[in-house]
Structures are given as structure tokens and as C-alpha cells.
């Protein structure tokens, strides 16, 4: 079974530029949420959709938005970037039912903004 | 609201010795925990989580963490370390049913020969 797959791996973007992040999540799975890393920040909860409605969102700007499609693959966009919205962007699938609620990562998109 | 603290930002430590990773949890409600590895530049793997039942939790890489509740604590340990054990370590909550994890700052891992 393949794993949760995020494109591109690298990518520069001068400030003021928008990105587009894809993510791809395991077969099945319905649940991708998003999370921003960085050194100065840690992991923080971006947002969480679900069969293509967004279920839950963290405390981040509205520059930062996703949307998810019918065959669950998600993407995450950032507008106006800003150099501080250089992070380690990772994207993680669950199928939440019952007990067995995991969340599998992919390998993230490193963006940096100059 | 939850929150974790992860009270070491650092260990570091002999192959073979053993290792204990804290982690303590703050939360109103019921929770989740989970213990995370990430190597460099890769994502994040799940080593053991507690969902209910027994406190004491084994996981992969013969890693292993005890749920302790009235102490609001989740820390890993492992009797023996490798090196190959170097990585970043992260504690993680969620609410029963949430989908949002919250992680600590982390840990990293240095085992040296």
C-alpha cells in the first residue's frame, strides 16, 4: 500500500509570491490534515478535511487555506508569502473510525520564502 | 484546550544504555497520546500510541511508554539503545474523537558509541 505522498519535495518562493502544496493520502483514507514545522514553532495544526469539507482548523491567518477533492487528495495553498512561512509543510492521512484513530505522514514539502 | 511538554530538549546518551524520553500532558478532557520519530529531512512515524486499556504501551524499535494519569504523564522509554535510535522525538495529544494533534517541542536523541 503506498504511502502518503506530498509534491513537490523542495520549493523556493520569493515573498509576496502564492504557493500551491499537494498531498496524496493512502488509499482509503478520507481524513488530511495539515501541519507547519518549524524551528522556532514546533508543529502546529494547520487544518483537517474531511470527505471535501474542512472539519477542523488551527490558529493560522487566512492566507493559509486547502480544500480537498473527491478522491481525497488535498492541497494547501499560502498567499502573500511571507518569509516567515518558510517551514517543513506536512501533510498526514487517518481514516478516524472507532479505536484505531492514526495519522500516517508523508516526508513534507520544505518551502522556503526569500 | 491540550497541550504538551516535552522536558528535555536534548538527551544525550551511550549505545546500549537505557533512555527515558518525558513527556507530560495537559488536557480537560480525555486523550489520545502518541510518541512520534522523525529522522532528517523525513516525516513523521509513529512509534506506540495509548488509546485506553492497559497504561503500559509497547511499540516499535522495542520502544515502550506508560500512561500515567493522575501524573498527566506519557513518557517512552527503551532498555537499550542504538545508534541508529538518533532522531527527533515527539509526544502528541488529541481530544477522544478530535483530529487534531497537538505535539510537544520535542526531543533529540543523540546515542553515541
Known amino acids: 500500500k503506498a504511502g502518503v505522498t506530498q509534491t513537490p519535495r523542495y520549493l523556493i518562493k520569493t515573498r509576496g509570491q502564492q504557493v500551491t502544496l499537494s498531498c496524496s493520502p493512502i488509499?482509503?483514507?478520507?481524513?488530511v490534515s495539515w501541519y507547519q514545522q518549524t524551528p522556532g514553532q514546533g508543529l502546529q495544526f494547520l487544518f483537517e478535511y474531511f470527505s471535501e469539507t474542512q472539519r477542523n482548523k488551527g490558529n493560522f491567518p487566512g492566507r493559509f487555506s486547502g480544500r480537498q477533492f473527491s478522491n481525497s487528495r488535498s492541497e494547501m495553498n499560502v498567499s502573500t508569502l511571507e518569509l516567515g512561512d518558510s517551514a517543513l509543510y506536512l501533510c498526514?492521512?487517518?481514516?478516524?473510525?472507532?479505536?484505531?484513530?492514526?495519522?500516517?505522514f508523508g516526508q513534507g514539502t520544505r518551502l522556503t520564502v526569500v | 484546550a491540550q497541550s504538551v511538554t516535552q522536558l528535555d530538549s536534548q538527551v544525550p546518551v551511550f549505545e546500549e544504555a537505557p533512555v527515558e524520553l518525558r513527556c507530560n500532558y495537559s488536557?480537560?478532557?480525555?486523550?489520545?497520546l502518541f510518541w512520534y520519530v522523525q529522522y532528517p529531512n523525513q516525516g513523521l512515524q509513529l512509534l506506540l500510541k495509548?488509546?485506553?486499556?492497559?497504561?503500559l504501551v509497547k511499540g516499535i524499535n522495542g520502544f515502550e511508554a506508560e500512561f500515567n494519569k493522575s501524573q498527566t504523564s506519557f513518557h517512552l522509554r527503551k532498555p537499550s539503545v542504538h545508534i541508529s535510535d538518533t532522531a527527533e522525538y515527539f509526544c502528541a495529544v488529541s481530544g477522544i474523537g478530535g483530529t487534531a494533534l497537538i505535539f510537544g517541542k520535542g526531543t533529540t536523541l543523540s546515542v553515541s558509541s
Open positions: 498526514a492521512s487517518s481514516e478516524p473510525t472507532g479505536m484505531s484513530t492514526e495519522a500516517f
Open positions: 488536557s480537560s478532557v480525555s486523550v489520545y
Open positions: 495509548y488509546l485506553s486499556g492497559s497504561t
Open positions: 488509499s482509503g483514507h478520507r481524513s
